[in-house]
């Protein structure tokens, strides 16, 4: 079996470099076009999904629509999975990340981007393991169907990392060398038990418009 993984298309929250966890933000104009281009070169390598599954925040729905729509797969359901929420901000969510900004304790900042391992939860929200544990355990029961199909997940930046990080070959190495860019896809296959990554972080548009906008928050 085959697992596309997307990450959801850009918001104005992204855009503005701005914590984004379970906050239900939709996409912005860029966000819509990266989907659209992105179904389009998975509808021209005649990519066929059997099933869809979404994170239930609208970022990440809208994006499985546009691209099953897209790729010549419209009519297949979506259905939404809780496992696949972002990383949970709590009283954090919305907040700038710019450190000049003020508005998230520079501790944290220090933790979400350079040592998520270590990251304590904020107030009303998840640290690192919670996620690793809810995303995988979806991933596992997805993948013990071993059932040849072909299916779509669209779900969210930190979530897809901690989904993949058991597939990774530096684990410690939580964001395997950067945040995902918008619109991202990874691809795992999967067969008699076994995983293995065989996509890593392609983009299937114009690489000048994959943009990093968390980068300030990690010193780059």
Known sequence: MRIYIIRH????????????GWVDEPLNALGVR???????????EKVHFDACYSSPLQ???RTAEILLR??????????TDD???ELGMGVLDGRRIDPAAGEVDPDHLHYLFHDPWHMQAPEGGENT??????TQAFLRELTARDDGKTYLVSMHGFALRAMLNCLYEDPQDFYHGRVPYNCVI???DAENGE???TADDRLYYDPSEAIDRYAIGTGE
Do not use: C, D, K, Y
């Open 9 to 20: 298309g850009e918001t104005r929250l992204n855009e503005e470099g701005r914590l984004q």
């Open 83 to 85: 496992r696949l929420r």
């Open 129 to 134: 393991l919670q996620v690793v544990e809810r």
């Open 195 to 197: 995983m293995r990554l």
């Open 59 to 61: 970022r990440a729905v």
């Open 70 to 79: 897209e790729s010549g797969n419209e009519g297949i359901p979506i259905r």
């Open 186 to 188: 990874n691809i795992v």
């Open 34 to 44: 990266l989907a659209e281009e992105t179904g389009r070169a998975l509808g021209r």
